[in-house]
Nanobody, 124 residues
Framework: VQLVESGGGLVQPGGSLRLSCAVSGFTIDDYVITWFRQAPGKEREGVSCLRRDGSTYYADSVKDRFTISSDNAKSTVYLQMNSLKPEDTAIYYC???????????????????WGQGTQVTVSS
């Protein structure tokens, strides 16, 4: 199982970025895939989750601004981030696990597989 993030960068407040998480070694439909982020000096936190049944879940801080989606043909999960704020600055990671108890999708210890992360910086 391998996950590789890309798409991070520097963007001005109010701008947009789309992160990609390319997966290999498993089928997206068979796993729970979640985006986490970690800002300097802060704990890693869950951002958005794509459950096996296709339903999604978002942290309150990103609801209505971020959208998680997948392209199974490309084995890629995306995180579209709009209306970015300076407080969205962090390293963004995708994580995968074949089974996660509903309600615990943002639990870091629930995931065995992680990508290396991609830096997102929101600054003018």
């Amino acid at each position: 199982v391998q996950l590789v993030e890309s798409g991070g960068g520097l963007v001005q407040p109010g701008g947009s970025l789309r992160l990609s998480c390319a997966v290999s070694g498993f089928t997206i439909d068979d796993y729970v895939i979640t985006w986490f982020r970690q800002a300097p000096g802060k704990e890693r936190e869950g951002v958005s989750c794509l459950r096996r049944d296709g339903s999604t879940y978002y942290a309150d801080s990103v609801k209505d601004r971020f959208t998680i989606s997948s392209d199974n043909a490309k084995s890629t999960v995306y995180l579209q981030m709009n209306s970015l704020k300076p407080e969205d600055t962090a390293i963004y990671y995708c994580a995968a696990q074949n089974r996660v108890i509903k309600g615990r999708e943002f639990g870091i210890s629930e995931y065995d597989y992680w990508g290396q992360g991609t830096q997102v910086t929101v600054s003018s």
